[in-house]
């Protein structure tokens, strides 16, 4: 299962602060991203620019990978909500972020010499991608695929609600039906 999340009104932010404040965001950001990937037991593919990419069941398989990316992508939410966009100017507000996700099949390889990096290849990631950019600001997005997946496992005991969002088109996948995830009310995920 693969994630992504991006920040809503990223270009706006990199375009109105300098440089150096919007690295400090994203190293803010991504420091408690990539604590939340450790707890979840996911491996951190990649960032770029406000773009962070991580997956579930690799390098080594796990029966519950959608899971573990479901709650990573709601506890993911919550710490970029928490996290100011300027320490220097608490005003303008914390960060909000798109999040999607797409369960499937990839392969996995570190491909070059010049900087080799685990990469990860496949119809999966593009349309792990197209769940994130069709997604809507602090809400996780998940095809169908995602969904049946997570339905194997004890929806209540994780704290966990899917909603159907319908027949949505995608481009390059033509129409999908997707879903958001939410905390069930009055619960906190597990």
């Known amino acids: 299962t693969i994630f992504f999340s991006d920040i809503v009104g990223y270009t706006d932010l990199s375009a109105s602060l300098p440089p150096q404040k919007v690295m400090r965001m994203l190293d803010n950001l991504y420091t408690q991203l990539d604590a939340l990937c450790t707890e979840a037991k996911l491996f951190k593919v990649e960032t770029i620019g ?11 398989m796990q029966e519950n990978h959608t899971v573990r990316v479901a709650l990573f ?4 939410i919550k710490a970029a ?3 100011l966009v300027d320490e220097d100017e608490p005003k303008l507000g914390h960060i909000n972020i798109r999040v999607g996700f797409h369960s499937g099949p990839v392969v ?9 990096r685990f990469c990860l290849f ?31 496992h004890d929806m209540e ?7 159907s969002r319908g027949a949505i088109a995608v ?11 939410t905390i069930k009310p009055n619960s906190s995920p597990s």
């Open 50 to 60: 406000d773009a962070y990419m991580c997956v579930g069941g690799l390098p080594e």
């Open 73 to 76: 992508a709601l506890s993911a």
């Open 81 to 83: 909500n928490s996290t």
């Open 108 to 116: 996995a390889s570190v491909v070059g010499s010049l900087n080799p």
């Open 122 to 152: 496949g119809d999966t990631v593009n349309t792990a991608s197209r769940m994130e950019s069709t997604s809507e600001k602090d809400l996780v997005h998940l095809s169908g695929e995602s969904a049946e997946l997570l339905k194997e």
């Open 157 to 163: 005991k994780m704290g966990i609600a899917l909603q």
């Open 171 to 181: 481009k390059g996948k033509g129409v999908m039906h997707t879903f958001w995830a």
